[in-house]
Each structure stands twice: as structure tokens, then as C-alpha cells.
């Protein structure tokens, strides 16, 4: 018989038969989140993800989500049932879905065709489908945020929780941050006043998307989404898109929303997101210095 890696047989007694033994999939990198396997079962291929709880444990990533959102990730992952379900009916991309879960261990999702972006090769109409993905979840609206199977905290709490969590973060940052730009940054989250939240996904990053003929296909990284200030993601969006690709989503992404000014709250923004080794820049000078240029409200 048969058996999936990793689980142990009462874990598995309800799941999908499988037809043949999973196949392994590569790890990309030494902190991924899960280890993945390719499940051929008689309902249909499936992925099947486990839990990398050695590494959830000790990522500041996730130290920062849970800390922050109130998410308890890897505990939630039964929860991040409602995630696929409702970027599914949000997104202009496909999402996989899901299947079952079981907190702290594993997720199963149907299998999507396509092969993983290269940030490398990513051409123009990809950005515009970003654009309007992200767009078209900014225009989801709630009042509160948090967790995104249950944003309840109150938009007062927003700074407070900003700045506490930027103190929690550069206490276990294990490089050096200049003490000017916390108290910068921490003088600067104390202002903010964000009214509507949105979902977001901090670990955007073009990696977690598929590709079919230079069209993005699919979104199949989802355990990062949260309800949160828009402009938290479009800060990382100044990180992670070059001033070519910025102009290009600017203009596809306005046809749904107006791109805020983000003065007043780039700078504890683009903390927080190197304090949680978003896109694994170590130098937090070269990190601040990267956007110079290429800020998504000025260009």
C-alpha cells in the first residue's frame, strides 16, 4: 500500500488514495515554509505541503506575521481554508484548491499546471496581471484586520501594534539597525492612521506564482495573507519591481484604485518588511537605498 511521506496512518486515513508513491518536489530554498510533494491519487493530482516547523519556529517572518497579525501560523492552517475560497472568487488568477489541513502539520490543495515565475524573465503583461490582482484585492474593504480568516482588531490598534512589533523584531534582528532609523521609524508609526484594511500578502514575491506562455497563470502560495494596510504592500511592490515595471503597475493598478501617498509611513513600512527577511536583504542601508528612484507615488 501506498502511503504519504511524512504522515503517520491516522493522519492519512481520510485523505485521497494514492495511486502511486509522491513525488518529492525541489526545496528552492534553506527557510521554505513547507516541504512539498506531488500526490497522483484517484481524485486527481494533488500537492501535498509539511509543515517545516524547525524552521517556522526560528524565522523572524513568521516571528513578525504572528506577532503582528495575531495569525498563530502554523497552528491556523485549518483556517487558511477560507483564504483559498475567497481570493478564489477575488483574483483574476487561478488559485488552487483547497482540500484539508491539519494544524501545525500539513496542507493539501489540488495541483496547478504551470511553471514558477523567474523573476528574471518576468515581461510586461505578467506585471499588469499583478496589478490587477493586487488591485482587485485592495478593493476588498474591511475595517478591521488581523488574521485573515478573522480581522478583528480595531484600526486604533494599528499603530501600537506597528510599533511594538518593530521593537520585538530589531531586538532579535541579526543585523546591526542604526538606532536613528528605529526611533525614525517608531516616531513615524505612532502617526499613522489607517481606516480601511485590505488583504495583502507579505511574502509577495514573484516565486510563488505560475506561468503558462509568459502569462501569469496562478497564485499557489497563499499562508501569508492577512487583512492589513494597503500600503504595506505596495511598499514591498517598491522593493520587489524594478522603475520600469513600478510605472507599468502603477498605470494598470490605477484603473481600479488611486496609489496613496506613502511618505508617512514608507519608512516604518520598509522596516518592518526587513526586519521580517521579506525578500532576504541583509544590509538594511542597501535596503532603504534600494527604492531611491523608483517610489510608487512619485513616478
Given amino acids: ?31 521554505s515554509t513547507h ?15 509539511i509543515c517545516n516547523k ?3 519556529e526560528s524565522a523572524l517572518f513568521w516571528k513578525g506575521i504572528n506577532k503582528l497579525f495575531h495569525t498563530n501560523f502554523p ?9 483559498y475560497q475567497q481570493i478564489a472568487t477575488i483574483s483574476p488568477l487561478a488559485i488552487p484548491q483547497y482540500i484539508t489541513a491539519k494544524a501545525d502539520r500539513f496542507i493539501l490543495a489540488t495541483w496547478l499546471n504551470g511553471k514558477q515565475v523567474d523573476r528574471k524573465k518576468v515581461n510586461d503583461l505578467m506585471v499588469q496581471q499583478l496589478a490587477e490582482h493586487v488591485a482587485k484585492c485592495h478593493q476588498q474593504t ?10 478583528q482588531l480595531a484600526a486604533t490598534q494599528w499603530p501600537i501594534a506597528l510599533g511594538q512589533t ?19 521609524a517608531l516616531e513615524q508609526a505612532e502617526t499613522i492612521q489607517s481606516q480601511q484594511f485590505v488583504p495583502i500578502m507579505l511574502d509577495l514575491r514573484w516565486d510563488q506564482f505560475l506561468q503558462e506562455e509568459g502569462e501569469l497563470s496562478a497564485l499557489v502560495d497563499l499562508d501569508a495573507f492577512v487583512y492589513g494596510p494597503r500600503e504595506l504592500e505596495l ?65
Fill in 1 to 31: 500500500m501506498v502511503s504519504y511521506p511524512e504522515l503517520a496512518e491516522q493522519e492519512q486515513h481520510t485523505l485521497p488514495k494514492l495511486k502511486q508513491a509522491a513525488i518529492p518536489l525541489p526545496v528552492l530554498y534553506d527557510d
Fill in 166 to 184: 518593530l521593537t520585538s523584531l530589531a531586538e532579535l534582528c541579526p543585523s546591526e539597525v542604526a538606532e536613528g532609523v528605529l526611533k525614525d
Fill in 35 to 49: 516541504h512539498l510533494w506531488q500526490c497522483y491519487t484517484e481524485d486527481g493530482v494533488i500537492v501535498l505541503k
Fill in 142 to 151: 474591511n475595517p478591521a484586520w488581523g488574521a485573515f480568516h478573522q480581522p
Fill in 54 to 56: 524547525q524552521h517556522i
Fill in 75 to 83: 497552528k491556523n492552517l485549518p483556517e487558511i481554508a477560507s483564504t
Fill in 235 to 299: 511598499v514591498l511592490l517598491e522593493h520587489l519591481l524594478n522603475k520600469e515595471q513600478l510605472v507599468i503597475f502603477k498605470r494598470q493598478y490605477q484603473r481600479y484604485r488611486t496609489v496613496p501617498n506613502l511618505d508617512s509611513v514608507r519608512l516604518p513600512y520598509q522596516l518592518l518588511l526587513f526586519l521580517m527577511n521579506v525578500l532576504g536583504e541583509q544590509d538594511l542601508a542597501v535596503w532603504l537605498a534600494s527604492t531611491k528612484g523608483k517610489k510608487m507615488d512619485l513616478i
